[in-house]
Nanobody, 125 residues
């Protein structure tokens, strides 16, 4: 069973940056679309960014466009989420999700088949 594994979360001050990583030990992510979702306490999980299998197409939630960037490094079998200009509202658990549909970019949970355990991001002064 493909199991995404996230890393890179932590505590950062407002205006700071973090880079999250997602990999899938024992599986290659080359043929899968991958997305990042997040969930803050008391809020529903929301899609943040997605990337197609070839890395050529991406999609972002309006709230993070221009601040976050999703990318993939096939040599390292890793998908990244670079997060800049972080604000307290960006705090939450960030989940990596993998879809068997290679080109899906739709940021809805039902489009993704495999989910990681999440990594905590806290933006606070």
């Amino acid at each position: 069973q493909l199991q995404p594994v996230e890393s890179g979360g932590g505590l950062v001050q407002p205006g700071g940056s973090l880079r999250l990583s997602c990999t899938a030990p024992g599986f290659t992510l080359d043929w899968f679309a991958v997305a990042w979702f997040r969930q803050a306490p008391g809020r529903e999980r929301e899609g943040v960014a997605s990337i197609g299998f070839d890395g050529g197409a991406t999609n972002y939630a309006d709230s993070v466009r221009e601040r976050f960037a999703i990318s993939r490094d096939k040599a390292k079998n890793t998908v990244y989420l670079q997060m800049d200009s972080l604000q307290p509202l960006d705090s939450g658990i960030y989940y990596c999700a993998v879809s068997a549909k290679a080109m899906t970019l739709i940021l809805k949970e039902d489009q993704f088949d495999y989910w990681g355990q999440g990594t905590q991001v806290t933006v606070s002064s």
